[in-house]
Antibody, heavy 123, light 113 residues
Framework: EGQLLESGGGLVQPGDSLRISCAAAGFSFRTYAMSWARQAPGEGLEWVSGISASGGATYYTDSVKGRFTITRDNSKNTLYLQMNGLRAEDTAVYYC????????????????WGPGTLVTVSS | DIVMTQSPDSLAVSLGERATINCKSSQSVLHTSNNKNYLAWYQQKPGQPPKLLIYWASTRKSGVPDRFTGSGSGTDFTLTISSLQAEDVAVYYCQQYYSIPLTFGGGTKVEIK
Protein backbone atom coordinates (compact mmCIF):
# COMPACT_ATOMS: atom_id res chain seq x y z
CA GLU A 1 0.00 0.00 0.00
CA GLY A 2 2.82 2.39 0.81
CA GLN A 3 3.33 5.32 3.10
CA LEU A 4 3.19 9.05 2.56
CA LEU A 5 4.53 11.83 4.75
CA GLU A 6 3.86 15.50 4.17
CA SER A 7 6.06 18.33 5.42
CA GLY A 8 6.59 22.05 5.05
CA GLY A 9 3.37 23.46 6.46
CA GLY A 10 3.28 26.44 8.76
CA LEU A 11 1.97 29.92 9.46
CA VAL A 12 2.25 32.42 6.64
CA GLN A 13 0.77 35.83 5.87
CA PRO A 14 -1.73 36.53 3.10
CA GLY A 15 0.06 36.90 -0.21
CA ASP A 16 3.00 34.77 0.88
CA SER A 17 4.34 31.66 -0.83
CA LEU A 18 4.96 28.23 0.61
CA ARG A 19 6.09 24.88 -0.77
CA ILE A 20 4.92 21.67 0.84
CA SER A 21 6.34 18.24 0.13
CA CYS A 22 5.22 14.65 0.33
CA ALA A 23 7.73 11.81 0.66
CA ALA A 24 6.55 8.44 -0.60
CA ALA A 25 7.78 4.99 0.34
CA GLY A 26 6.76 1.37 -0.03
CA PHE A 27 5.36 1.50 -3.56
CA SER A 28 6.54 2.29 -7.09
CA PHE A 29 6.05 6.06 -6.88
CA ARG A 30 6.81 6.66 -10.57
CA THR A 31 3.94 4.37 -11.58
CA TYR A 32 1.06 6.23 -9.97
CA ALA A 33 -0.70 9.54 -10.32
CA MET A 34 -0.69 11.60 -7.14
CA SER A 35 -2.94 14.27 -5.72
CA TRP A 36 -3.16 16.94 -3.07
CA ALA A 37 -6.38 17.33 -1.14
CA ARG A 38 -7.16 19.69 1.71
CA GLN A 39 -9.47 20.04 4.66
CA ALA A 40 -10.23 23.39 6.22
CA PRO A 41 -10.70 23.34 10.01
CA GLY A 42 -13.97 21.60 10.86
CA GLU A 43 -14.85 21.23 7.19
CA GLY A 44 -14.99 18.50 4.57
CA LEU A 45 -12.53 17.26 1.99
CA GLU A 46 -11.57 19.11 -1.18
CA TRP A 47 -9.39 17.84 -4.02
CA VAL A 48 -6.85 20.51 -4.90
CA SER A 49 -4.57 19.20 -7.62
CA GLY A 50 -3.36 16.06 -9.36
CA ILE A 51 -0.37 15.04 -11.43
CA SER A 52 0.17 12.08 -13.72
CA ALA A 53 2.77 9.42 -13.01
CA SER A 54 5.20 10.94 -15.50
CA GLY A 55 4.53 14.48 -14.34
CA GLY A 56 3.48 15.46 -17.83
CA ALA A 57 -0.13 16.27 -17.01
CA THR A 58 -1.45 18.39 -14.15
CA TYR A 59 -4.91 19.41 -13.04
CA TYR A 60 -6.19 21.95 -10.52
CA THR A 61 -9.41 22.90 -8.86
CA ASP A 62 -10.60 26.30 -10.09
CA SER A 63 -9.92 28.17 -6.84
CA VAL A 64 -6.16 27.52 -6.99
CA LYS A 65 -5.52 27.71 -10.75
CA GLY A 66 -2.76 30.17 -11.51
CA ARG A 67 -1.61 30.26 -7.86
CA PHE A 68 -0.64 26.66 -7.06
CA THR A 69 1.74 24.39 -8.99
CA ILE A 70 2.02 20.64 -8.49
CA THR A 71 5.24 18.87 -9.43
CA ARG A 72 6.97 15.62 -8.67
CA ASP A 73 10.50 14.26 -8.61
CA ASN A 74 10.32 10.56 -9.39
CA SER A 75 14.05 10.14 -8.66
CA LYS A 76 13.40 11.32 -5.09
CA ASN A 77 9.94 9.74 -4.65
CA THR A 78 8.63 13.15 -3.69
CA LEU A 79 5.55 15.20 -4.55
CA TYR A 80 5.42 18.97 -4.19
CA LEU A 81 2.85 21.73 -4.06
CA GLN A 82 4.09 25.28 -4.62
CA MET A 83 1.52 27.70 -3.26
CA ASN A 84 1.75 31.37 -4.22
CA GLY A 85 -0.54 34.26 -3.39
CA LEU A 86 -1.91 32.46 -0.36
CA ARG A 87 -5.26 33.56 1.00
CA ALA A 88 -7.01 33.06 4.32
CA GLU A 89 -9.35 30.60 2.63
CA ASP A 90 -6.37 28.36 1.79
CA THR A 91 -5.97 27.59 5.50
CA ALA A 92 -6.31 23.83 5.81
CA VAL A 93 -4.63 20.54 6.46
CA TYR A 94 -3.08 19.49 3.17
CA TYR A 95 -2.96 15.78 2.43
CA CYS A 96 -1.13 13.98 -0.33
CA UNK A 97 -2.63 10.78 -1.64
CA UNK A 98 -1.82 8.10 -4.14
CA UNK A 99 -4.21 7.27 -6.95
CA UNK A 100 -4.97 3.88 -8.39
CA UNK A 101 -3.92 4.71 -11.94
CA UNK A 102 -1.15 6.41 -13.85
CA UNK A 103 -3.14 9.40 -15.05
CA UNK A 104 -5.19 11.99 -13.20
CA UNK A 105 -8.17 11.31 -15.44
CA UNK A 106 -7.82 7.69 -14.29
CA UNK A 107 -6.91 8.62 -10.71
CA UNK A 108 -9.81 6.72 -9.19
CA UNK A 109 -9.67 6.55 -5.39
CA UNK A 110 -7.28 8.09 -2.86
CA UNK A 111 -5.28 5.41 -1.07
CA UNK A 112 -3.25 5.79 1.02
CA TRP A 113 -3.32 9.28 2.48
CA GLY A 114 -0.51 10.94 4.39
CA PRO A 115 -1.12 12.31 7.91
CA GLY A 116 -1.30 15.84 6.50
CA THR A 117 0.47 19.14 7.06
CA LEU A 118 -1.28 22.24 8.38
CA VAL A 119 -1.04 25.46 6.41
CA THR A 120 -2.35 28.54 8.19
CA VAL A 121 -2.71 31.81 6.33
CA SER A 122 -3.22 34.69 8.71
CA SER A 123 -1.93 38.17 9.40
CA ASP B 1 -18.44 19.64 -11.86
CA ILE B 2 -20.22 16.68 -10.29
CA VAL B 3 -21.75 17.68 -6.95
CA MET B 4 -21.93 14.98 -4.30
CA THR B 5 -24.64 15.39 -1.67
CA GLN B 6 -24.67 13.25 1.46
CA SER B 7 -27.48 12.71 3.91
CA PRO B 8 -27.96 12.94 6.77
CA ASP B 9 -25.30 15.33 8.03
CA SER B 10 -25.13 13.28 11.22
CA LEU B 11 -26.77 10.31 12.81
CA ALA B 12 -26.71 8.59 16.18
CA VAL B 13 -27.12 4.83 16.26
CA SER B 14 -27.13 2.38 19.13
CA LEU B 15 -24.31 -0.13 19.37
CA GLY B 16 -25.16 -3.19 17.29
CA GLU B 17 -27.75 -1.36 15.23
CA ARG B 18 -27.66 -0.47 11.55
CA ALA B 19 -26.35 2.85 10.23
CA THR B 20 -27.25 4.01 6.73
CA ILE B 21 -25.56 6.87 4.89
CA ASN B 22 -26.77 8.19 1.57
CA CYS B 23 -24.82 9.84 -1.24
CA LYS B 24 -26.32 11.38 -4.35
CA SER B 25 -24.39 12.63 -7.36
CA SER B 26 -25.58 15.47 -9.59
CA GLN B 27 -25.00 13.28 -12.63
CA SER B 28 -24.52 9.59 -13.20
CA VAL B 29 -21.12 8.16 -12.27
CA LEU B 30 -21.85 4.87 -14.03
CA HIS B 31 -19.44 4.30 -16.89
CA THR B 32 -21.33 2.45 -19.60
CA SER B 33 -18.06 1.23 -21.15
CA ASN B 34 -17.36 -1.07 -18.20
CA ASN B 35 -20.64 -0.92 -16.26
CA LYS B 36 -18.80 0.33 -13.17
CA ASN B 37 -19.84 3.06 -10.79
CA TYR B 38 -16.96 5.46 -10.18
CA LEU B 39 -17.62 6.01 -6.48
CA ALA B 40 -15.61 5.45 -3.31
CA TRP B 41 -16.31 5.70 0.42
CA TYR B 42 -13.91 6.85 3.16
CA GLN B 43 -13.87 6.83 6.94
CA GLN B 44 -12.19 9.64 8.85
CA LYS B 45 -11.67 9.47 12.60
CA PRO B 46 -10.80 12.62 14.61
CA GLY B 47 -7.24 13.78 14.08
CA GLN B 48 -6.58 11.20 11.39
CA PRO B 49 -6.51 11.25 7.58
CA PRO B 50 -9.33 9.55 5.70
CA LYS B 51 -9.10 5.83 5.04
CA LEU B 52 -10.49 4.09 1.98
CA LEU B 53 -13.30 1.68 2.75
CA ILE B 54 -15.00 0.92 -0.57
CA TYR B 55 -14.38 1.56 -4.25
CA TRP B 56 -16.35 0.83 -7.42
CA ALA B 57 -19.35 1.65 -5.18
CA SER B 58 -19.45 -1.82 -3.63
CA THR B 59 -15.96 -3.40 -3.53
CA ARG B 60 -14.66 -3.53 0.01
CA LYS B 61 -10.96 -2.78 0.39
CA SER B 62 -8.98 -5.71 1.78
CA GLY B 63 -9.08 -5.70 5.56
CA VAL B 64 -12.25 -3.65 5.88
CA PRO B 65 -14.78 -5.43 8.11
CA ASP B 66 -17.69 -6.99 6.26
CA ARG B 67 -20.18 -4.99 8.32
CA PHE B 68 -19.42 -2.15 5.87
CA THR B 69 -21.38 -2.51 2.63
CA GLY B 70 -21.64 -0.17 -0.32
CA SER B 71 -24.54 -0.27 -2.74
CA GLY B 72 -26.30 1.76 -5.41
CA SER B 73 -25.81 2.73 -9.02
CA GLY B 74 -26.02 5.73 -11.30
CA THR B 75 -26.66 8.69 -9.03
CA ASP B 76 -27.79 7.15 -5.74
CA PHE B 77 -25.52 5.28 -3.37
CA THR B 78 -25.60 3.97 0.18
CA LEU B 79 -23.02 2.98 2.77
CA THR B 80 -24.43 0.63 5.37
CA ILE B 81 -22.80 -0.34 8.64
CA SER B 82 -24.76 -3.44 9.57
CA SER B 83 -23.93 -3.58 13.26
CA LEU B 84 -22.37 -0.40 14.60
CA GLN B 85 -19.28 -0.84 16.76
CA ALA B 86 -17.71 1.76 19.02
CA GLU B 87 -14.70 2.03 16.71
CA ASP B 88 -16.96 3.03 13.80
CA VAL B 89 -17.54 6.50 15.28
CA ALA B 90 -16.21 8.72 12.51
CA VAL B 91 -17.13 10.96 9.62
CA TYR B 92 -17.83 9.16 6.36
CA TYR B 93 -17.34 10.67 2.90
CA CYS B 94 -18.29 9.58 -0.58
CA GLN B 95 -16.17 10.60 -3.57
CA GLN B 96 -16.70 10.39 -7.32
CA TYR B 97 -13.85 9.66 -9.69
CA TYR B 98 -15.93 9.72 -12.87
CA SER B 99 -14.56 13.10 -13.92
CA ILE B 100 -12.14 15.86 -12.99
CA PRO B 101 -12.44 17.68 -10.65
CA LEU B 102 -12.62 14.79 -8.23
CA THR B 103 -15.30 15.70 -5.71
CA PHE B 104 -16.37 14.61 -2.26
CA GLY B 105 -19.64 14.66 -0.41
CA GLY B 106 -19.94 16.92 2.60
CA GLY B 107 -19.57 14.08 5.07
CA THR B 108 -21.83 12.25 7.52
CA LYS B 109 -20.90 12.10 11.18
CA VAL B 110 -21.79 8.81 12.87
CA GLU B 111 -22.10 8.76 16.65
CA ILE B 112 -23.26 6.33 19.31
CA LYS B 113 -26.75 6.85 20.68
Amino acid sequence: EGQLLESGGGLVQPGDSLRISCAAAGFSFRTYAMSWARQAPGEGLEWVSGISASGGATYYTDSVKGRFTITRDNSKNTLYLQMNGLRAEDTAVYYCAKGDGATVTNFRWFDPWGPGTLVTVSS
Amino acid sequence: DIVMTQSPDSLAVSLGERATINCKSSQSVLHTSNNKNYLAWYQQKPGQPPKLLIYWASTRKSGVPDRFTGSGSGTDFTLTISSLQAEDVAVYYCQQYYSIPLTFGGGTKVEIK
